[in-house]
């Protein structure tokens, strides 16, 4: 009786913590489950302290089972399976298949690119001091955190991606002048959340602060990032730098990252084609604009706007508004197939500016917060006051 209630009591153990881990860090299991936020955050935080307890479970049906008799024998092996299932395929598709190149990212030049990227992508860039650095979409889709300070003018830089908001953002990895160890756990809001190793704590990628800081009070300060077409990318720097994803570190691992980057460009295919999100996991629907729309979101302080290329295109010049009381220009520009936004601290409206932000007023430093290109139904989900399309003209005339 002690040995089959050992065993019974082991197995409920393990197979109901595994699929409490499958459910909510499983990543393909959020199209089968709705899951809460609170159940999310805290299997992030105690990971591996549910993976213990999960497998010590596990051990004690074995035990109970092989050595000591108890158990059924047909229920045994079918828990063994179940659990070797929940545990390995969460573990394995999260810590090994999305292993990040947050430190040792690769960036080749142009030429060396050209062989990978097709001249239309678009990339994700950052510029520091002259040196720019692209970040093909289908290249830093799987690995979703990309960074190397080598080579980038001693700035420690990591590119951000998430492919559910289509959404790169670059950060200084550090909160409070403490490092910030990032790595890719999850997706909430169709945006990804990321684990900062060195303290345990959650991160929603969008505000880039730490979950317990409910006011985000501290964040990682974002890096100025910007879209263009990889063609744009050739134009502007020509000496540029690009991320890419290729080598095979071993034949296992290398299966492994086939079978990923496959599910990857099923799903994130899927969520570009299809006007409901794939992965229903939003908590408000704003129909001001169709879902997949592409939006440049900006925020400062409390206030929020956002622009979509087709109006800047339209609107023909630079576009002149306020954003957190900052005055921000935004402008597009075709040769290199960028939207670009930037502050203007000059007090006078600015009519021309180029790719570089030099302007009739002078040069402009990029708004750090722009977040380029995403989804709409993402950025209203975390920005619901925003406004769409902001200019100085509208207010003026609201006023």
């Known amino acids: 009786m002690l040995w089959d209630a050992l065993f019974w009591i082991g197995l409920t153990v393990a197979v109901v913590i595994g699929f409490l881990y499958f459910r909510e860090l499983g990543d393909i299991s959020q199209m089968i489950f709705k899951i809460k936020r609170e159940n999310l955050v805290r299997a992030i935080r105690n990971e591996y302290k549910l993976v213990a307890l999960g497998l010590l479970g596990a051990a004690a049906m074995a035990f109970a089972h092989l050595a000591m008799g108890g158990g059924i024998t047909w229920v045994f092996w079918i828990a063994a399976v179940v659990v070797a299932f929940l545990y390995g395929f969460t573990y394995v598709w999260l810590h090994i298949g999305m292993r990040h190149h947050r430190s040792n990212a ?39 955190l990309a960074g190397n300070p080598e080579g980038f003018g001693g700035e420690n830089v990591v590119m951000t991606y998430c492919g559910m908001a289509n959404l790169g953002i670059a950060y200084k990895p550090e909160i409070g002048g403490k490092a910030v160890e990032m790595e890719v756990m999850a997706q909430l809001g169709n945006n990804l959340i990321l684990r900062d ?165 002078g040069q402009h430093a990029r708004v750090e917060t722009l977040k380029p290109g995403m989804f709409w139904h993402v950025w209203a989900e975390f920005f619901p006051h925003t406004d769409i399309n902001r200019t100085d003209e509208l207010a003026n005339e609201a006023a």
């Not at 492994?256 to 969520?271: K, S, Y």
């Open 106 to 144: 690769k960036y080749y030049s142009i030429k060396e690119a050209r062989q990978f990227v097709s001249p239309s992508n678009s990339v994700v860039v950052i510029e520091n001091e002259g040196i720019a650095r692209a970040h093909p979409d289908g290249h830093i889709l799987r690995p979703h």
């Open 197 to 361: 190793n060195a303290t345990g704590e959650p991160i929603q990628q969008i505000y880039g602060a730490h979950e317990r800081d409910e006011n985000r009070s501290s964040a990682m300060t974002p890096w100025p990032t910007f879209r263009m077409t990889f063609r744009g990318f050739e134009k502007a720097y020509p000496d540029g730098q690009v991320y890419l994803n290729i080598g095979r570190s071993n034949p296992l691992v290398g299966i492994l990252d086939v079978a990923q980057d496959m599910m990857f460009t099923w799903g994130i295919t899927a969520q570009h084609r299809v006007a409901a999100p794939v992965t229903d996991n939003m908590t408000r629907l704003d129909d001001r604009l169709p879902n997949k729309t592409y939006v440049w979101g900006v925020n400062v302080g409390d206030d929020a706007a956002c622009y979509t290329d087709d109006f800047v295109i339209e609107h023909g010049r630079p576009i002149n508004a306020t954003v957190g009381r900052r005055d921000i220009v935004v402008a597009w520009h075709q040769p290199f197939e960028s939207l670009g936004i930037w502050y203007n601290d000059t007090g006078s409206p600015v009519s021309e500016i180029d790719i570089y932000g030099k302007s009739d007023r």
